[in-house]
């Protein structure tokens, strides 16, 4: 038997004390066609420096695509998690950056690995109107890719646009411009959040901050029962708050690179995911995006960094021998800078 899959219905094994939510975090809603400039790239740069997270409204995802993403998730995910860790190359149970690491993973998740189609591929994946009716049978995973793929492209977009606003506020240059942000090699993860037999004492997925420059999350608009949220939580001023889905925008949020770019001027914001409690069942996809490898992160000149500068690579590498070694990620800490620059 595969270790990493759970014994439904057995409630994992580690017991949290869980606090309680506080009510819905106000988050700042940003139209995606004002952030290049003027009042609209200071409220972004605002919102990345106080809080790390915000919601981006007129970000031309069709709500169709992304209606017909979470709803041909929840048909796939959901089954036996066995078989379709065997039959689904990507599919995961439980974190998914633990997969190949062999470390205890307690959280109470479900999801499908895809990465982005580098847009110079000589092979595109399937149109998503090509595959059949979005059931079960192998049909529906070949529908999921291309929906996967299209909502990608659109992505990719998002994340260049955001990015550059944020990169002509640093006044980053040309190749840093280019180079800490590759897009186009981004990944995205179709979670589902099983129904948990303890949800009260377990999460869906652990607290930590996103390795990535930037992500984007999309979810399913309802409610986390009695929690005010969906499910997603961030933790600010000392405490976890809920985070309340906005019908049709979606939630970016900050990762370790961008923090690193920006000197430690902008947050990547701590956040976890609550499991679903008995009965309910959650749908997310996120995107994440990343500089290149070999790509030297270091605050502009001008910004005194708290990091010494580290190639992207160096950052991944030593994360996953944290992991491996403490069952953790320790993260940007590793990086500070003896002096400060
Ligand atoms: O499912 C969500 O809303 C968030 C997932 C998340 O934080 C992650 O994948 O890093
Ligand atoms: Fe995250």
Known sequence: MDPSCPLFPQPPPLQLQLEPGLPGLELPTLDLERVGGGEG?????????????????????????????????????????????????????GTAALQSLRVRDVN?????????????????PPSSSQAGDGGGGDDGWIRIRALMAEYGDHMARIARKVFDALA?????????????????????????????????????????????????????????????GGGLQV???????????????LLVNLGDMM???????????????LASRPGTERLSCCYFAFPQEDAIIQAPDGISSMYRPFSHREFREQVQADIKATGSKVGLSRFYATTSR
């Open 41 to 93: 790239r200071a409220a972004l740069a605002a919102a990345c420096r106080d809080l790390g997270v915000f919601r981006v409204a007129n970000h031309g995802v069709p709500g169709e695509l992304r209606g017909r993403l979470l709803e041909i998730g929840k048909k796939l995910l959901g089954r036996n998690p066995f078989e379709l860790k065997k039959a689904q190359p990507g599919y995961f149970w």
């Open 108 to 124: 109470w998740l479900e999801g499908l690995h895809v990465d982005l189609v580098p847009a110079c591929s000589s092979s595109p």
């Open 168 to 228: 002509a506020e640093l006044g980053l240059d040309g190749d840093q411009t280019a180079s800490y942000l590759a897009e186009r090699d981004g990944f995205l993860r179709l979670y589902r959040y099983p129904p948990c037999p303890s949800a009260s004492s377990c999460l869906g997925m652990e607290p930590h901050s996103d390795s990535s420059v930037l992500s984007i999350i999309l979810s399913q608009d309802h409610h986390h029962d009695g929690g005010g």
């Open 235 to 249: 933790f600010r001023d000392g405490a976890w708050r809920h985070v309340t889905p906005a019908p049709g925008e």
């Open 259 to 273: 923090t690193a770019i920006s000197g430690g001027v902008y947050q990547s914001v701590r956040h976890r995911v």
